[in-house]
Nanobody
């Protein structure tokens, strides 16, 4: 099970930290991908981290502003979002595929075995 938290309303230029809590499995062996979906737009992969080697990847649109990390003590994957822009407004989801794993080199490719959290709303507005 994956549960996201941390979404909020923030002004442009502000920061938020999202957290994805995993239960029922260990993060040591799987990739976790943060996706987002804005109204009327397709869901897009934002960032990925693999528990095996902590390798990461980022969408070009967030590179340099967002940082993904793992908190082993809490068994969470966190997404630190800085310099937020109105176009970052979306529902943010974390996801994992416990059957086939996800690929941080191609995080937007996934199959029907993917598991999603319920999402957390991030709104960037003045």
């Amino acid at each position: 099970q994956l549960v996201e938290s941390g979404g909020d309303l923030v002004h442009p230029g502000g920061s938020l930290r999202l957290s994805c809590a995993a239960s029922g499995f260990t993060l040591d062996y799987y990739a976790i991908v943060w996706f987002r979906q804005a109204p009327g737009k397709e869901r897009e992969a934002v960032s990925c981290i693999h528990g095996r080697d902590l390798s990461t990847s980022y969408a070009d649109s967030v590179k340099g502003r967002f940082t993904i990390s793992r908190d082993s003590a809490k068994n969470t994957i966190d997404l630190q979002m800085n310099s937020l822009k109105p176009e970052d407004t979306a529902v943010y989801y974390c996801a994992a595929d416990l059957l086939y794993d996800l690929d941080c080199n191609n995080p937007g490719a996934y199959g029907s075995s993917i598991s999603w959290g319920q999402g957390t709303q991030v709104t960037v507005s003045s």
